[in-house]
């Protein structure tokens, strides 16, 4: 078959690649992207949707910032704004050494810019009277939020295509070769040429960075979340706490979205399904935070699958090996808060050979040897 040509060839469609692709297209950047799913079709589409700053790695602060300035415009850049709002996180303590542990992160989040309230148990328990009483202490950031996961990535691929760039879903990628100059990236319809490869692959993006001699140590994981039935509105912001064995969020609907422990996932199926004794014990967890949640029914559970870095934070940035080749995947399960800005960051990668968005402490070569 006669090969495409084209600039870049990104491959994954979550919201890094989508938004990728967003980027490059905007600066009449000729793309391809493909994803062997849907967009949005594993952690993109599947996970919790908090859109938060507070608590991240300090490696990843920057782009978290850089990505809430895209967030904040979003309904005017893509059509949508994927059922984002600013709710605000709380992020709590349930001992003393948990409580500590938050009055550490606010000199880490001041050194960047982030705002964060702390607050001790009493004045906690006054400004939020539902809350459990094992929980005593919290730290509230007032520009963070959520969204809805399953509207974000579809909504930036329609705004890529809009702009101009080659959207191909059920297009599984089978071979990638370079010659020194050029990727050729095969599906099982068609051939692609490009001097520049994307790989925001996810999970299965260390494979893509091993194929050019540059393994980075990445597991899968299948974050286990659900859903209650809907409930009288009054839990406003988004819950996590110290250690992260459980997140929860009410939406204006009044169902309450959890998330904790881990469901049963097969990268090479590309299949998952949720753990239902995950499932109740995270509601027990969360009936600790919240004890008014007693009684509520649990209609959904869902899972997808994420890749894991060892030190918990993604890879970003130019191959190692390869020239042309341009890596954004494990994002150890908070990648979806910095999907939009890592597009800004990859597009200014490939097509100014720079960012001043500081990403170095992301690189993949600090897996090297």
Request: aromatic letters at 8%; proline letters at 7%; glycine letters at 14%.
């Amino acid at each position: 078959m006669t090969p495409v040509e084209t600039d870049v060839v990104v491959v994954g469609g979550g919201g890094a690649g989508c938004s990728t692709a967003w980027h490059l297209a905007l600066r009449n950047t000729r793309v391809v992207l493909l994803e062997r799913g849907l967009v949005g079709g594993q952690a993109s589409g599947v996970n919790y949707g908090g859109v938060r700053q507070q608590g991240r790695d300090p490696a990843e602060l920057p782009i978290s910032a850089r990505s809430r300035e895209i967030w904040q415009k979003l309904k005017s850049l893509i059509g949508t704004e994927a059922e984002y709002v600013v709710s605000g996180h709380l992020k709590l303590a349930r001992n003393d050494e948990e409580a500590k542990d938050l009055e550490r992160y606010l000199e880490v989040a001041a050194g960047y810019g982030l705002e964060l309230r702390y607050l001790p148990e009493k004045e906690l328990k006054q400004e939020f009277p539902w809350l459990g009483p094992k929980v005593v202490a919290g730290s509230y950031c007032a520009t963070d939020g959520a969204a809805n996961p399953r509207l974000l990535a579809p909504a930036i691929a329609r705004a890529a295509r809009d702009a101009g760039a080659d959207i191909r879903q059920q297009a599984e990628v089978v071979d990638i070769a370079h010659d020194g100059d050029t990727f050729t990236v095969a599906t099982k319809e068609a051939v692609f040429r490009a001097p520049v490869l994307v790989n925001t692959a996810g999970y299965w993006g260390g494979a893509i960075a091993e194929r050019f001699g540059e393994p980075a140590p990445i597991s899968s994981f299948s974050p286990n979340m659900a859903v209650t039935e809907p409930i009288p509105y009054f839990i406003v912001p988004n819950l996590g706490v110290v250690g992260g064995d459980i997140y929860l969020r009410q939406i204006d609907r009044g169902n309450v979205i959890f998330g904790g422990g881990r469901g049963f996932g097969d990268p090479e199926r590309v299949r998952s399904r949720p753990s239902a004794l995950r499932t109740m014990e995270s509601f027990a967890l969360a009936l600790e935070l919240v004890p008014q949640l007693k009684g509520v029914e649990v209609i959904r559970s869902w899972t997808g699958i994420d890749g894991d870095m060892p030190d918990h934070i993604p890879v970003v940035g130019p191959s190692s090996t390869t020239k042309g080749l341009f890596h954004a995947f494990g994002f150890s399960g908070h990648g979806f808060q910095l999907g939009p800005g890592i597009g800004a960051i990859m597009s200014e990668l490939v097509l100014d050979g720079k960012t001043p968005t500081p990403i170095e402490p992301l690189s993949i070569g600090r897996f090297a040897g």
